[in-house]
């Protein structure tokens, strides 16, 4: 019995690449996306949105869009807010300067006397087919008056700037302070060196593959019920029971099926899903809505948009002082609470990243432009902390001379200083980010660059070396998760988890976690996901899916077995101190009694073994990594290309290092994008998105990388607040490779002469942008 459960652990437990369950579904067309889900009678609605980055509205003719074929209902901001429809929430729980709430526009399901950004959804169509509503759409006539506009944080932020509402006249939707200002600038007073830079993170667009897609309608016993494309279930349901709409708890229910890609954009309700669900509960007929590419260029939440005046204040040994911030956040026209809690806090959590910097002094204010909001992308603040520490550490060494290897193991918080708190008081649990770094030193062949150098020079190209060393925090800040397991007569075991998939391989790994348990062939394992009706739990952000809902899968399988055995003992008139379990048995210690699980089950009175479990893990968890690039530059055209990327990543325990590797190099290219070539961009004097489409916006490409991409883990440090020793690892390939990137490009152009221009480098690291300093 034991070597069973050996055998099975060894081909589908912890530790193995065990194959995507989800794969084979995907692979054959038979995956349930949203939009595959099409109940009788479904309508289908259209959005008019704004072409205006600022306006009053003056009036909505829907006279001629009602009178079209097909055409069931067109609503404009007015009738929903006549129906009581409520704004979504916004950023109040945190505060403008002097104690005042947080200020944001009111963010309706449809624009309401105003718009504030183009694309904004200003009404809505629905009509019996997609081309009835669009047609009809084109025929909704809104009168604007168009207002002053401003896109950018330095115009947002100047004296007599349009403001875009009454309750922040300076545009500053909230700040934070963190630190201490006195003892910074005694620092600073002191330093033998001081460094510093003006740090551009610039906007990006998340690019799912599958757009936004919410289908709606009454189910039978007059629920509302929602099937849609999103990491967070409970998190919609609960914004239209408790703020939108209004409705009991009791009379909503959210699934999700399958997801194309999420990246943290995925979280949350937005306008759209409020204003499907109002049509559906109005006519009581489903109704869907799948956005266009275009519509998620305009109006889905964007990533980053920051800038920064950093300094560090350095002893003559290399050893940092002290950190100064002073940074502006773009969020867009409406602060959410996830837009400014990014920026304003989690971002900060890490900014001292791996480096023991106790003296700290910063400040950061959210600003309110007329641009899409931002919220959640993948690495949610902590990639725009890392890309700034990372940048000042390489240029402090070239400022002050010392070797950037040496001023990182000078400044490295050690193993003895673990549990180790940073001056954000954020505690790290572990940690040996010089043993990181020394193994990620060998992978990349570092002390070989110098004849690889030579060769591009050769060529007639530059090439550069650049490092990251960092840390990140993992946890969405919930810690709690609830898990089911049903052991059912029919040989299988049913889980329900409330995280979700979106292409990261979740339900395999959950799968594997029962395994370890259980020890029963992983087909008899079935996960399932993405249901309120069948548990609330947070969903899946921040890094978290693993470490909080594997660990509640952990621990109510664990669980289970305790019960099921109380059970075995009662059918086999045994103390439960007897019983033993193994490979799916129950046995009686010391005789051939015993009883199969899926045996017991059939005898319960439900025909199962069924088991509600709500667990919590006691915090978050501190992945860290070292990720070193080699890029080439083209001295004729300013064209960078990858040649060599290697990391080495402690993300502890490894459940499955086939979906670890996945996450990291998926990761790592979308931080590649952000460093040499993404970026959304607004219009200064007109406020028009510049790249509203992939034939403007470049997205990454598989040309990018041209050499060695090599990807280890280091496991011999596992978290200390989970019961499965893991740390998150969704976003730790983003946040090393965007700064590692950016110093190697640095470091090829001051090995060519070009040192002076290191420090003003911006991203995305265009060929245009590099050919500008190769011809200066």
């Given at each position: 019995?034991?070597?069973?459960?050996?055998?099975?652990?060894?081909?589908?437990?912890?530790g193995?690449?065990?194959?995507?369950?989800?794969?084979?579904?995907?692979?054959?067309?038979?995956g349930?996306y949203?939009?595959?889900?099409?109940?009788?009678?479904q309508?289908?609605?259209?959005?008019?949105?704004?072409?205006?980055?600022?306006?009053?509205?003056?009036?909505?003719?829907?006279?001629?869009a009602?009178?079209?074929?097909?055409?069931?209902?067109?609503?404009?901001g007015?009738?929903l807010v006549?129906?009581?429809?409520?704004p979504?929430?916004?950023?109040?729980?945190?505060?403008?300067a002097?104690g005042?709430?947080?200020?944001?526009?009111?963010?309706?399901?449809?624009?309401?006397?105003?718009v504030?950004?183009?694309?904004?959804?200003?009404?809505?169509?629905?009509?019996?087919?997609?081309?009835?509503?669009?047609?009809?759409?084109?025929?909704?006539m809104?009168?604007?008056?168009?207002?002053?506009?401003?896109?950018?944080?330095?115009?947002?932020t100047?004296?007599?700037?349009?403001?875009?509402?009454?309750?922040?006249?300076?545009?500053?939707?909230?700040?934070?302070?963190?630190?201490?200002?006195?003892?910074?600038?005694a620092?600073?007073?002191?330093?033998?060196?001081t460094?510093?830079?003006?740090?551009?993170?610039?906007?990006?667009?998340a690019?799912?593959?599958?757009?936004?897609s919410?289908?709606?309608?009454?189910?039978?016993?007059?629920?509302?019920?929602?099937?849609?494309s999103s990491?967070m279930?409970?998190?919609v349901?609960?914004?239209?029971?408790?703020?939108?709409?209004g409705?009991?708890?009791?009379?909503?229910?959210?699934?999700?099926?399958d997801?194309?890609g999420?990246?943290?954009?995925?979280?949350?309700?937005?306008p759209e899903?409020?204003?499907?669900?109002w049509?559906?509960?109005?006519l009581?007929?489903?109704?869907?809505?799948?956005?266009?590419?275009s519509?998620?260029f305009?109006?889905?939440?964007?990533?980053?948009?920051?800038?920064?005046?950093?300094?560090?204040?350095?002893?003559?040994?290399?050893?940092?002082?002290?950190?100064?911030?002073?940074?502006?956040?773009?969020?867009?026209?409406?602060a959410?609470?996830?837009?400014?809690a990014?920026?304003?806090?989690?971002?900060?959590w890490?900014?001292?990243?791996?480096?023991?910097?106790q003296?700290?002094d910063?400040?950061?204010?959210?600003?309110?432009?007329?641009?899409?909001?931002?919220?959640?992308?993948?690495?949610?603040g902590r990639p725009?902390?890392?890309?700034?520490?990372?940048?000042?550490m390489?240029?402090?060494?070239r400022?002050?001379?010392?070797?950037r290897?040496?001023?990182?193991?000078?400044?490295?918080i050690?193993p003895?200083?673990?549990?180790?708190?940073?001056?954000?008081g954020?505690?790290y649990?572990?940690?040996?980010?010089?043993?990181v770094?020394d193994?990620?030193?060998?992978?990349?062949?570092?002390?070989?660059f110098?004849?690889?150098?030579?060769?591009?020079?050769?060529?007639?190209?530059?090439?550069g070396?650049?490092?990251?060393?960092?840390?990140?925090?993992?946890?969405g800040?919930?810690?709690?998760?609830?898990?089911?397991?049903?052991?059912?007569?029919?040989?299988?075991?049913?889980?329900?988890?409330?995280?979700?998939?979106?292409?990261?391989?979740i339900?395999?790994?959950?799968?594997?976690?029962?395994v370890?348990v259980?020890?029963?062939p992983?087909?008899?394992?079935?996960?399932?996901?993405?249901?309120?009706?069948?548990?609330?739990?947070?969903g899946s952000?921040?890094?978290?899916s693993l470490?909080?809902?594997?660990?509640a899968?952990?621990?109510?399988?664990e669980?289970?077995v305790?019960?099921?055995?109380?059970?075995?003992?009662?059918?086999l008139?045994a103390?439960?101190?007897?019983?033993?379990?193994?490979?799916?048995?129950f046995?009686?210690?010391?005789?051939d009694?015993?009883?199969?699980?899926f045996a017991?089950?059939?005898?319960?009175?439900?025909?199962?073994i069924?088991m509600?479990?709500?667990?919590?893990?006691?915090?978050?968890?501190?992945?860290?990594?070292c990720?070193?690039?080699?890029?080439?530059?083209?001295?004729?055209?300013?064209?960078?290309?990858?040649v060599?990327y290697?990391?080495?990543?402690d993300?502890g325990?490894?459940?499955n290092?086939?979906?670890?590797?996945?996450?990291?190099?998926?990761?790592?290219?979308?931080?590649?994008?952000?460093?040499?070539?993404?970026?959304?961009?607004?219009?200064?004097?007109t406020g028009?998105?510049?790249?509203g489409?992939?034939?403007?916006?470049?997205?990454?490409?598989?040309?990018?990388?041209?050499?060695?991409?090599?990807?280890?883990?280091?496991?011999?440090?596992?978290?200390?607040?989970?019961?499965?020793?893991?740390?998150g690892?969704?976003e730790?390939?983003?946040?090393g490779?965007?700064?590692?990137?950016?110093?190697?490009?640095?470091?090829?152009?001051?090995?060519g002469?070009?040192?002076?221009a290191?420090?003003g480098?911006?991203?995305p690291l265009?060929?245009g942008?590099?050919?500008?300093?190769?011809?200066?």
């Amino acid at each position: 019995m034991v070597a069973d459960t050996l055998e099975i652990a060894t081909r589908f437990g912890s530790g193995q690449a065990v194959k995507r369950l989800e794969d084979e579904g995907l692979l054959k067309g038979v995956g349930r996306y949203t939009d595959d889900v099409v109940p009788q009678g479904q309508l289908r609605l259209c959005f008019v949105r704004s072409p205006y980055p600022h306006a009053r509205i003056v009036s909505v003719d829907t006279s001629a869009a009602k009178a079209m074929p097909g055409v069931v209902c067109v609503a404009a901001g007015a009738e929903l807010v006549a129906a009581g429809v409520k704004p979504i929430p916004g950023s109040a729980a945190f505060k403008r300067a002097g104690g005042a709430p947080g200020a944001t526009p009111p963010r309706r399901p449809l624009a309401h006397e105003r718009v504030r950004f183009v694309g904004e959804a200003v009404a809505l169509v629905v009509a019996e087919t997609m081309q009835q509503a669009r047609d009809a759409a084109e025929a909704v006539m809104v009168d604007y008056e168009e207002l002053p506009q401003v896109v950018d944080l330095d115009g947002a932020t100047a004296p007599g700037a349009p403001a875009l509402c009454d309750e922040a006249p300076d545009n500053i939707a909230a700040e934070m302070r963190h630190g201490n200002e006195a003892a910074t600038a005694a620092a600073f007073a002191q330093a033998a060196h001081t460094v510093r830079l003006s740090v551009v993170n610039q906007r990006v667009a998340a690019l799912t593959i599958e757009p936004r897609s919410v289908l709606a309608w009454v189910a039978e016993d007059g629920r509302l019920t929602l099937n849609m494309s999103s990491q967070m279930p409970s998190g919609v349901k609960n914004s239209l029971c408790n703020d939108v709409l209004g409705l009991p708890r009791d009379r909503v229910r959210v699934t999700v099926g399958d997801v194309g890609g999420g990246f943290g954009m995925k979280t949350g309700i937005y306008p759209e899903d409020a204003a499907v669900a109002w049509a559906a509960h109005t006519l009581g007929r489903p109704v869907k809505w799948v956005a266009d590419r275009s519509e998620e260029f305009l109006s889905t939440a964007h990533g980053r948009d920051q800038q920064c005046e950093a300094e560090m204040a350095l002893a003559a040994d290399g050893k940092v002082l002290a950190l100064r911030l002073r940074t502006l956040a773009n969020v867009g026209a409406y602060a959410t609470g996830t837009g400014v809690a990014i920026q304003l806090m989690i971002g900060p959590w890490v900014q001292t990243s791996v480096y023991d910097i106790q003296t700290i002094d910063f400040h950061y204010k959210a600003v309110l432009t007329n641009t899409a909001p931002t919220s959640a992308y993948r690495g949610a603040g902590r990639p725009e902390a890392i890309f700034l520490m990372e940048r000042l550490m390489d240029e402090a060494a070239r400022q002050t001379g010392i070797d950037r290897i040496a001023l990182r193991r000078r400044n490295f918080i050690t193993p003895a200083q673990m549990p180790y708190k940073n001056a954000m008081g954020q505690t790290y649990d572990t940690g040996q980010f010089e043993k990181v770094m020394d193994q990620g030193l060998a992978l990349a062949d570092w002390s070989g660059f110098e004849a690889r150098a030579a060769q591009s020079r050769a060529q007639g190209k530059l090439r550069g070396l650049g490092i990251a060393t960092f840390l990140e925090w993992t946890g969405g800040n919930v810690f709690e998760e609830r898990v089911t397991v049903d052991v059912k007569a029919d040989g299988t075991i049913e889980v329900f988890s409330a995280v979700n998939q979106m292409g990261q391989g979740i339900a395999t790994t959950l799968a594997q976690l029962v395994v370890d348990v259980f020890g029963v062939p992983i087909e008899q394992v079935r996960v399932v996901l993405g249901d309120t009706d069948r548990g609330d739990g947070f969903g899946s952000a921040g890094s978290r899916s693993l470490f909080t809902g594997g660990s509640a899968m952990r621990v109510g399988s664990e669980r289970t077995v305790e019960h099921a055995k109380q059970l075995a003992a009662r059918e086999l008139e045994a103390a439960a101190d007897d019983i033993t379990y193994a490979a799916g048995q129950f046995k009686v210690r010391g005789t051939d009694l015993g009883i199969g699980l899926f045996a017991l089950a059939a005898r319960q009175p439900e025909g199962r073994i069924h088991m509600d479990s709500t667990s919590a893990v006691s915090g978050p968890t501190w992945p860290n990594g070292c990720h070193i690039s080699e890029v080439e530059v083209d001295r004729a055209t300013g064209a960078v290309q990858v040649v060599r990327y290697s990391s080495v990543n402690d993300v502890g325990r490894v459940v499955n290092p086939m979906i670890v590797r996945g996450q990291l190099d998926g990761g790592a290219v979308q931080g590649l994008g952000q460093a040499l070539c993404e970026h959304m961009v607004y219009d200064r004097d007109t406020g028009q998105p510049v790249t509203g489409s992939l034939m403007d916006y470049c997205a990454p490409r598989a040309d990018l990388l041209a050499g060695d991409f090599v990807t280890e883990m280091d496991e011999s440090t596992p978290c200390k607040n989970n019961p499965l020793g893991v740390k998150g690892v969704g976003e730790l390939g983003t946040i090393g490779a965007t700064p590692s990137v950016v110093n190697a490009v640095a470091d090829a152009l001051a090995r060519g002469g070009f040192a002076a221009a290191t420090p003003g480098l911006q991203m995305p690291l265009t060929a245009g942008k590099l050919w500008q300093v190769l011809a200066a």
